[in-house]
Structure formats: structure tokens, C-alpha cells
């Protein structure tokens, strides 16, 4: 069974940097693509960030962008994004998500396997 499980969150200052961490197990991330959302209170979840497989290209939300980065180590099972300058509107619960084929997509229709989420909250 696939799993993802996110780490690194927590409370920051604006301005701040956080690096979150996501464990895949029970696959790889081969002919997929890897990506993070997030969704803060009363809205719907919205794309972050994405990997494409093999990790020639990456793809970032217009809100995060030069910010964010989205990254993997090598052959390891491990998806991190590093996020800096970090605004309280980055607020919200993040999550790593698995696709269901090698095609990108910023929906979060395109992803069949998610991790539980870890929080961030950025303090003005």
C-alpha cells in the first residue's frame, strides 16, 4: 500500500523558511508525479507546487513562486518543499500528494494518494 507521510511544519515568523518533508513508502516515485496543496480554514484545497517524473520540470503556483521549491533527493524516497519568505497567507494545512499517471495536472483530481497533512501557521 502507497503512503506519504509530512513532517515540518510548525509556526513561523514572516519572513521565516520552513522545509517540509514528505516519506513515501510502498511505491516510488516512478512515472508519476509528485506534488503539494494546501488548504487553509474555509478554503478549498489549491496547488502548491509539482515534480514531474523524472524531476526535469517543476511547476508552482503564481502565489508561490520564486518563494517555493519543490524538490526530491535523488533516488530516495523523500519529496521536500523548501518554502521561504513566508507570508501569513501561506497559512494553512499542507499535504503531499502521489498522481495517478506520469501527467501533470494542478488539480487535485489528477492525485490518488495523499499524506495526512502538516500544519503551518505564519505569524505577522
Known amino acids: 500500500q502507497v503512503k506519504l507521510v509530512e513532517s515540518g511544519g510548525g509556526l513561523v515568523q514572516a519572513g521565516g523558511s520552513l522545509r517540509l518533508s514528505c516519506v513515501l513508502s510502498g511505491g516510488t516515485f516512478n512515472k508519476v508525479v509528485m506534488a503539494w496543496f494546501r488548504q487553509a480554514p474555509g478554503k478549498e484545497r489549491e496547488f502548491v507546487a509539482a515534480?514531474?517524473?523524472?524531476?526535469?520540470?517543476?511547476y508552482y503556483a503564481d502565489s508561490v513562486k520564486g518563494r517555493f521549491t519543490i524538490s526530491r533527493d535523488g533516488a530516495g524516497n523523500t519529496l521536500y518543499l523548501q518554502m521561504n519568505s513566508l507570508q501569513p497567507e501561506d497559512t494553512a494545512v499542507y499535504y503531499c500528494a502521489r498522481s495517478k499517471d506520469a501527467y501533470y495536472r494542478n488539480s487535485q483530481h489528477g492525485y490518488s494518494t495523499w499524506g495526512q497533512g502538516t500544519q503551518v501557521t505564519v505569524t505577522s
Open positions: 515534480l514531474d517524473w523524472p524531476g526535469s520540470n517543476t
